[in-house]
T-cell receptor, first 115, second 113 residues
Framework: EAGVAQSPRYKIIEKRQSVAFWCNPI?????LYWYQQILGQGPKLLIQ????????DSQLPKDRFSAERLKGVDSTLKIQPAKLEDSAVYLC?????????????FGPGTRLTVL | AQSVTQLDSHVSVSEGTPVLLRCNYS??????LFWYVQHPNKGLQLLLK??????LVKGINGFEAEFKKSETSFHLTKPSAHMSDAAEYFC???????????FGAGTILRVKS
């Protein structure tokens, strides 16, 4: 089966610009996650969707970050305006079991550099 | 809150020698624990998971981990390292609610020929 797809793979922007990332989960996976991985650290969950509803966004900086999953399939994560400390790899993952307790499958990530 | 501590940021071994990557966890209840591997420019891949069944868990590529409640540890081992094992390894605990994963800081494994 096809894995989790993410685009773009790399993005370089200047601070205060906006940027958007796209994720297409594995077909049929109801739960989708966005993680932020800063260099030298483990991934940190930003937001979790169950179908098109938000389950957990407690660590999402809502003043600048937003995410949506309008049709319960693919998702976009947006940063506006970007700060230097947003430089990181943004990982998307999906899982299949109802209630989201299945194995999470990760995409290759989008590496963001903010100058 | 659940957390994990990976005790080594870098581990270097020679090809053919054993691998030991150490992880301690903190949890207010019986945890679900995982090890993930991340090769350069590739996505995270699940190596193995512990979910309160057998305490010795076998994973892919010859890796295994032992859950020790008395020591709050979940160390990852492999009897003989291969060059292809060079990667970053993450110890992970499932959060208290939903399926949130809490990652350790990672251990970079270097395998010398």
């Amino acid at each position: 089966e096809a894995g989790v797809a993410q685009s773009p793979r790399y993005k370089i922007i200047e601070k205060r610009q906006s940027v958007a990332f796209w994720c297409n989960p594995i077909s049929g996976h109801a739960t989708l996650y966005w993680y932020q991985q800063i260099l030298g650290q483990g991934p940190k969950l930003l937001i979790q969707f169950q179908n098109n509803g938000v389950v957990d966004d407690s660590q999402l900086p809502k003043d600048r970050f937003s995410a949506e999953r309008l049709k319960g399939v693919d998702s976009t994560l947006k940063i506006q305006p970007a700060k230097l400390e947003d430089s990181a790899v943004y990982l998307c993952a999906s899982s299949s079991i109802a209630g989201g307790l299945g194995e999470q499958f990760f995409g290759p990530g989008t590496r963001l550099t903010v100058l | 809150a659940q957390s994990v501590t990976q005790l080594d940021s870098h581990v270097s071994v020679s090809e053919g020698t054993p691998v030991l990557l150490r992880c301690n966890y903190s949890s207010s209840y019986s945890p679900s624990l995982f090890w993930y591997v991340q090769h350069p420019n590739k996505g995270l891949q699940l190596l193995l998971k512990y979910t309160s069944a057998a305490t010795l868990v076998k994973g892919i590529n010859g890796f295994e981990a032992e859950f020790k409640k008395s020591e709050t540890s979940f160390h990852l081992t492999k009897p003989s390292a291969h060059m292809s094992d060079a990667a970053e390894y993450f110890c992970v605990v499932r959060g208290e609610y939903g399926n949130k994963l809490v990652f350790g800081a990672g251990t970079i494994l270097r395998v010398k020929s």
